[in-house]
């Protein structure tokens, strides 16, 4: 169900979630783009500064290219393992199945993790599609080409909204030659206990294991927030993402997001939180693996290239918001996220003096 908070004018999406016998109405934000820019802008703001999360609707990528892309995807975990087993081991990118990262991290899925660069994908789909590369190629191709165009919009309302002077200083990043994005294949199997009711259960202690303490639930990839600038998901119509509340006096609150295959699902990373000095919250989320019939999510990591330095721009710093975050590359940053666990709070070690 829906409703425009009174006071913020924010469209809020609210979900009834059922944990431990109590019955709660948990809210995220949705902003439609077929809305008047400046509002729309405005309202993505307020929905990243106090979620790091938003639903996008009437985005703009077409139909047909989504339907291929989750056409490939089912195609591609459909195959038998030894052929699945051709694309990886993900050393970080290719294929992986249960293990997340290097640091003993566990999920209940496999995963397909390449490079966005066109040529990458092109030279990768030779090894994942022996039979037609090029149509695989074709199709991830497009797919991360429309979805980056997404996230680059998405970025320069940031700019719009935030009052930046260089309202594209942000969507520049993902259009470098040399941009890092990435994307990612996750299918996560069915569970035969049947779907099960996971709401705003305890916390998962960082790196944790499977199963959420309070509700019982299967967690299919752990919490963790995405170190990269914005992730744009789309999952098909299984229900599994939730996010962490950033309201510091409900203790942190899992809000189960309810699948929407129309839609995109925007996060906020690292990155961006420390471009913005803070002001955004990267969101802590994760993915619960407890339907009886398998999700699909397909995921695009916009990063910045290796070189990049990330340092607060200078108009986030003001009096009243001093300096929050040290400057580093992107690289360094990288570095440091394949040195922890997947819960890390890592963008805390670059905390300035
Ligand atoms: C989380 C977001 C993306 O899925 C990802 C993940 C990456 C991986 O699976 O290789 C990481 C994780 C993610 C952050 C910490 C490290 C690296 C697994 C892990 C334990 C592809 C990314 O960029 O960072």
Not at 108 to 119: D, G, I, V
Not at 199 to 227: C, N, T, V, Y
Not at 290 to 315: D, H, K, M, W, Y
Request: aromatic share 8%.
């Amino acid at each position: 169900c829906c409703r425009r908070g009174a006071a913020a004018a924010m469209v809020i999406a609210s979900v009834t979630a059922e944990s431990n016998e109590r019955i709660r109405t948990l809210e995220y934000p949705v902003v439609d783009l077929s809305w008047k820019r400046g509002r729309a802008a405005e309202l993505l703001v307020r929905a990243c500064e106090e979620f790091g999360f938003v639903k996008v609707v009437n985005h703009g990528v077409p139909r047909s290219v989504i339907a291929k892309m989750e056409a490939e995807e089912a195609r591609f975990f459909a195959l038998p393992p030894c052929e699945k087993h051709k694309a990886g081991p993900p050393t970080p990118l290719g294929y992986g199945i249960r293990s997340i990262g290097f640091n003993g991290d566990m999920g209940e899925l496999e995963y397909l993790l390449l490079h966005s660069n066109p040529s990458y994908i092109s030279q990768k789909a030779k090894t994942i599609c022996r039979k037609d590369p090029i149509h695989f190629s074709g199709v991830v191709n497009e797919y991360v080409k429309q979805v980056r165009q997404l996230a680059c919009q998405l970025l320069d309302m940031v700019g719009e909204g935030l009052g930046l002077q260089d309202t594209r200083v942000l969507s520049r990043l993902l259009q470098d030659s040399e941009n890092d994005s990435l994307v990612r294949l996750n299918h996560y199997p069915p569970w035969p206990g049947s779907d099960r009711a996971v709401g705003d259960a305890d916390r998962e202690p960082a790196g944790g294991k499977s199963r959420d303490k309070r509700s019982g639930g299967r967690i299919g990839f752990g919490e963790h927030s995405d170190p990269q600038i914005l992730s744009i998901l789309r999952s098909n119509d299984v229900d599994g993402l939730q996010i962490l509340s950033a309201q510091a006096e409900d203790g942190g609150v899992w809000i189960p997001v309810p699948a929407d295959p129309a839609a995109f699902y925007v996060i906020v990373g690292d990155a961006l939180q420390a471009m913005t000095n803070g002001r955004l919250v990267s969101v802590r989320h994760r993915a619960m693996a407890n339907s009886c019939r398998p999700r699909t999510s397909t995921v695009f990591f916009g990063a910045p290239s290796p070189g990049t330095r990330i340092t607060p721009l200078p108009q986030m710093i003001k009096p009243q918001a001093p300096r929050r975050y040290k400057s580093f590359t992107w690289a360094e940053y990288k570095k440091a996220m394949y040195s922890l666990r997947l819960g890390h709070n890592r963008l805390d070690l670059f905390l300035a003096d």
